[in-house]
Each structure stands twice: as structure tokens, then as C-alpha cells.
């Protein structure tokens, strides 16, 4: 049994046109794309740190700031506020700071190996030997016994500290 359907009376309607909301929805999905593909582009570039002064563009504020950090760890020694490894060990730690600042490169976790293996030429008229000869400097008293090591006996809180001034003072 198969029933015929009249299909004769059935008339095509008019073409609907697009509704209202269809449009603002894909006019609010054109603009989110456009926002999405900007947002990707502004975070996907570099940050800049902030470089600091360096040679003639550099205050007497700047080294300043660097001998009181120095002073400090001094007059802290001196009051007894912390033993004579803490004092090399923050004294090494202002020097890796002071290059970190001064290159604009992170350097406190650099070892000496680390800075015997940095281009001379690259960062100026000797710094970088400068900075080698520091942190040398600072290694035996900070790491070696006092008692095998006649250097690292002898070497005062006090002189230490002048080894770092001395690299601030003379950093180009």
C-alpha cells in the first residue's frame, strides 16, 4: 500500500533572508579574531629589560648605590652580624649583580669558568678582565680553607670589599 502524496498544490517560499543575530555574531566573531591575532603578536615579542647607564651615561648615584651595598656587608662583619664566609659569599654575590646591571646580561649564577669564557672585545676596554680578576680574587677566601690556603687566610673582609669598589670605580 502505497499512498500517493499531492505535491501539486506546494509553492516555494521566497528566499529568507539572514536573520539579525546571524550578522552581529559573525561581525563579534571578525573583530575577536582580529584582537586574538594582535594579542598574539604583542606577547609573542621579547621583553626589554631595562638597561643601566653605563660609562659617561652613568651618575655617581649608580656607584654610590653599589659601595653602600658594600659598606654594608662591611659594617654587618664588623658588628658580628655575620661570619666571614656570609660576608665573601654576599661580596661575590653584589659583584654578579654589579655585572648583571652593568652588561644587562644575568650573571648571578655565573661561575669563574663562566667569565674566563666571555669575548673579551665584546664588553669593553677590559671590564670583562676586570670582572674575571674579582671574582678570582674572591674564590679563595670564599671557597678554600683558611688554614691550607695561606691566600685565603690573610684576605680580610675589608680588602675584599675593596676589590669590589675598585671594580665599580672602574667599570667603563
Not at 521566497?14 to 566573531?29: E, Y
Not at 665584546?122 to 677566601?141: C, E, H, K, N
Amino acid at each position: 500500500m502505497i499512498l500517493a502524496l499531492d505535491v501539486s498544490s506546494l509553492n516555494p517560499l521566497a528566499p529568507m533572508g539572514v536573520p539579525t543575530v546571524l550578522i552581529v555574531a559573525i561581525a563579534v566573531a571578525c573583530v575577536l579574531c582580529v584582537a586574538l591575532a594582535a594579542a598574539a603578536i604583542a606577547l609573542s615579542r621579547p621583553r626589554r629589560t631595562p638597561v643601566a647607564p653605563r660609562g659617561a651615561h652613568a651618575t655617581a648615584a649608580d656607584s654610590a648605590r653599589w659601595h653602600r651595598r658594600v659598606d654594608d656587608v662591611v659594617a654587618r662583619y664588623e658588628a658580628g652580624a655575620i661570619g666571614r664566609p656570609e660576608a665573601f659569599a654576599e661580596l661575590a654575590a653584589i659583584v654578579r649583580a654589579f655585572a648583571s646591571e652593568a652588561t644587562g646580561q644575568d650573571m648571578r649564577a655565573h661561575t669563574l669558568s663562566d667569565f674566563s669564557r666571555m669575548p673579551r672585545a665584546s664588553r669593553g676596554d677590559g671590564d670583562v678582565d676586570l670582572l674575571r680578576q674579582t671574582v678570582a680574587a674572591l674564590y679563595p677566601p670564599e671557597f678554600a680553607d683558611g688554614l691550607v690556603n695561606a691566600q685565603a687566610g690573610r684576605t680580610g673582609v675589608a680588602e675584599a670589599a675593596g676589590w669590589v669598589s675598585n671594580l665599580v670605580d672602574r667599570w667603563r
